[in-house]
Nanobody, 124 residues
């Protein structure tokens, strides 16, 4: 079993930065790839970023590539999402998720565990 708890979401202005954290419990987490997803009001949950179980390989959606960075602390069992140059359209609830799949997957159905989400609001 893996439990995920996100933190770090808050309200910021466009252009500012924010760092989200995901704390994982359960020794099995070290064998899971981790991902960040987001869901804006009235929209489907969408893939944002993924990092493999070893913390070496990252993958990003086109909308955040170059602005967001996903990282993983394999000792502390945490995953972070550094978000720079935030835009109004980045406003959403951000979710941390874990998957046992070794290949690159971006569909929500391929992720086994989810956190409760943390709200990020970007506005003037």
């Amino acid at each position: 079993q893996v439990q995920l708890v996100e933190s770090g979401g808050r309200s910021v202005r466009p252009g500012e930065s924010l760092r989200l954290s995901c704390a994982a419990s359960g020794s099995a987490f070290k064998d899971y790839a981790a991902g960040w997803f987001r869901q804006a009001p009235g929209k489907e949950r969408e893939f944002v970023a993924r990092i493999n179980y070893g913390g070496i390989i990252q993958y990003y959606s086109d909308s955040v590539r170059g602005r967001f960075t996903i990282s993983r602390d394999t000792i502390r069992n945490t995953v972070h999402l550094q978000m720079n140059a935030l835009k109004v359209e980045d406003t959403a609830v951000y979710y941390c998720a874990a998957t046992s799949r070794r290949d690159l997957v971006v569909e929500t159905s391929e992720y086994d565990y989810w956190g409760q989400g943390t709200q990020v609001t970007v506005s003037w």
